[in-house]
T-cell receptor, first 115, second 113 residues
Framework: NAGVTQTPKFRILKIGQSMTLQCTQDMNHNYMYWYRQDPGMGLKLIYYSVGAGITDKGEVPNGYNVSRSTTEDFPLRLELAAPSQTSVYFC??????????????FGEGSWLTVV | KNQVEQSPQSLIILEGKNCTLQCNYTVSPFSNLRWYKQDTGRGPVSLTIMTFSENTKSNGRYTATLDADTKQSSLHITASQLSDSASYICVVSAHSGYSTLTFGKGTMLLVSP
């Protein structure tokens, strides 16, 4: 059972470039999330999805886009990369939302540096 | 504004010793409180989830307590091992919306041999 799988693990982008972080889960979870973790800070929600075809903004959505065409996949698109997007990105999934007591499973993270 | 504060920021203990990490929150309306362990360079892994009615929950050598009246939680680690060296993150969920988690900044624990 792979859980939540993110790719790539590491990436260096130049300012203005675009890229997609891939995320897939094999637990048939309805909810999927993208977080960013900056040094010394708590995780911040970028976007989330409650099911295929449904996405919504989190706390820090500017500069990002997502799509959810299948239950398994939830890619995060960075458009026109900026140094402020240098961070560690975590994809996560759960059967139901955070107000329920289902475990939220996290991927291993994607380290992104924008230079 | 929902907030989660953790203390201490970092902690060094000797292998075999016990330690207690603290979490204070101002999240409303409260739904549940989670503790996660995050090894360096890895994603967070769930340790415990506690609801309003639960005072204590254990997971092996990890025991979490919750006082919903004072809005405080603690994570007690017994007989620490080198593998306990990690960041421990307190996460509080509110009872509204689809994704309402507020993350603390974490306590960095180093277990020294």
């Amino acid at each position: 059972n792979a859980g939540v799988t993110q790719t790539p693990k590491f990436r260096i982008l130049k300012i203005g470039q675009s890229m997609t972080l891939q995320c897939t889960q094999d637990m048939n979870h309805n909810y999927m999330y993208w977080y960013r973790q900056d040094p010394g800070m708590g995780l911040k929600l970028i976007y989330y999805s409650v099911g295929a075809g449904i996405t919504d903004k989190g706390e820090v959505p500017n500069g990002y886009n997502v799509s959810r065409s299948t239950t398994e996949d939830f890619p995060l698109r960075l458009e026109l990369a900026a140094p402020s997007q240098t961070s560690v990105y975590f994809c996560a999934s759960s059967y139901s939302g955070g107000s329920r007591i289902d475990t939220i499973y996290f991927g291993e993270g994607s380290w992104l540096t924008v230079v | 504004k929902n907030q989660v504060e953790q203390s201490p920021q970092s902690l060094i203990i000797l292998e075999g010793k016990n330690c207690t990490l603290q979490c204070n929150y101002t999240v409303s309306p409260f739904s549940n409180l989670r503790w996660y362990k995050q090894d360096t360079g890895r994603g967070p892994v769930s340790l415990t989830i506690m609801t309003f009615s639960e005072n204590t929950k254990s997971n092996g050598r990890y025991t979490a307590t919750l006082d919903a009246d004072t809005k405080q939680s603690s994570l007690h680690i017994t007989a620490s091992q080198l593998s306990d060296s990690a960041s421990y993150i307190c996460v509080v969920s509110a009872h509204s919306g689809y994704s309402t988690l507020t993350f603390g900044k974490g306590t960095m624990l180093l277990v020294s041999p």
